[in-house]
């Protein structure tokens, strides 16, 4: 059941990664469902770790990964994280098991501190190398 809901959540999330328009800067595309400003660009004039990552789905959504890595290449790591996540729900739920995985705690334990480093990473790159 938990599978099923999180594909549908992964779905539901590449589905309003479609509708809404990447923006030209980069980030910022959140706002189109009303959410405010990201309040640390505004308060600092600096990116937060997360800055750029819906505008990364959304352009990823429209296969121009490229853009999607040059906007934030943590999101685009997290899409195609999200992308294979789909196939391969689906044939853990036809095996009736999770298909290649032991342990799904054991893999969250890797992914999960991995992606956020790169997240971390990546905002440090931005934060004391400015483009």
């Known amino acids: 059941g938990i599978l099923v809901l999180l594909a549908v959540l992964v779905t539901a999330g590449f589905g309003l990664a479609f509708y809404l328009t990447p923006s030209t800067t980069g980030r910022g595309t959140h706002q189109q469902l009303g959410l405010p400003p990201c309040s640390i ?7 937060c770790p997360t800055c750029g990552m819906t505008t990364s789905f959304s352009h990823f959504v429209r296969g121009n990964w490229a853009a999607s890595a040059r906007v934030n290449t943590s999101g685009f790591l997290l899409a195609c994280g999200c992308l294979l996540f789909l196939p391969w729900s689906v044939i853990s739920l036809v095996a009736g098991r999770l298909w290649l995985i032991p342990r799904m705690e054991s893999t969250l334990i890797v992914l999960l501190p991995g992606w956020l480093v790169i997240v971390f990473l990546e905002w440090a790159w931005r934060y004391f190398l400015p483009a």
């Open 41 to 47: 660009l505004s308060l600092t004039n600096t990116p």
